[in-house]
T-cell receptor
Framework: GAGVSQSPRYKVAKRGQDVALRCDPISGHVSLFWYQQALGQGPEFLTYFQNEAQLDKSGLPSDRFFAERPEGSVSTLKIQRTQQEDSAVYLC?????????????FGSGTRLTVV | QKEVEQNSGPLSVPEGAIASLNCTYSDRGSQSFFWYRQYSGKSPELIMSIYSNGDKEDGRFTAQLNKASQYVSLLIRDSQPSDSATYLC??????????FGTGTRLTVIP
């Protein structure tokens, strides 16, 4: 596609519910990143994929967070047993491995509200 | 602990003035820096990247990098109301991910 596509755009979950957030990167982009952005804060790194390999998951806040990219394109971020502190915008970004400017392109994000 | 610090603002400038946004970073090893603009409720979009000491100009935008002092700045000339947004400074970590500051909210007053 022309840009990074994320779905759903908005998600309301009851505390304790599991959620799955989807990211469809720009076609051919090797690198894919997930960020979490709380209100009034900058995006915080969660995890990074190069193709299907998850090279860095150091930003995942707990073992309730899990990400995958099984075929090296679409990625899913799963949050189990959601808590109120998980409420945030989850941003996905992709880039070409050969992009010298490292200009990551962000999707529109998924706004997760845990009630 | 890696840090990228920005004044959260808000920074208000009149239309047509120069807006100056500043950022300091803690990691002396950082080599690549980025300015992103984020409108309310929207995703960040890349404005400029800078890797070398000195100035880099692109239209009304000028990025400045001083590695000795560990600061990066963004100047916006002839500010327009459409420039009103939050500006995020980021550096590229050795692990190839972006580390963001908290952002500076800019308001351009018509």
């Amino acid at each position: 596609g022309a840009g990074v596509s994320q779905s759903p755009r908005y998600k309301v979950a009851k505390r304790g519910q599991d959620v799955a957030l989807r990211c469809d990167p720009i076609s051919g982009h090797v690198s894919l990143f997930w960020y979490q952005q709380a209100l009034g804060q900058g995006p915080e790194f969660l995890t990074y994929f190069q193709n299907e390999a998850q090279l860095d998951k150091s930003g995942l806040p707990s073992d309730r967070f899990f990400a995958e990219r099984p075929e090296g394109s679409v990625s899913t971020l799963k949050i189990q047993r959601t808590q109120q502190e998980d409420s945030a915008v989850y941003l996905c970004a992709s880039s070409s491995l050969w992009d010298g400017d490292y200009g990551y392109t962000f999707g529109s994000g998924t706004r997760l509200t845990v009630v | 602990q890696k840090e990228v610090e920005q004044n959260s603002g808000p920074l208000s400038v009149p239309e047509g003035a120069i807006a100056s946004l500043n950022c300091t970073y803690s990691d002396r090893g950082s080599q690549s820096f980025f300015w992103y603009r984020q409108y309310s409720g929207k995703s960040p979009e890349l404005i400029m990247s800078i890797y070398s000491n000195g100035d880099k100009e692109d239209g009304r935008f000028t990025a400045q990098l001083n590695k000795a002092s560990q600061y990066v700045s963004l100047l916006i000339r002839d500010s327009q109301p459409s420039d009103s947004a939050t500006y995020l400074c980021a550096d590229l970590t050795g692990a190839n991910n972006l580390f963001f500051g908290t952002g500076t909210r800019l308001t351009v007053i018509p």
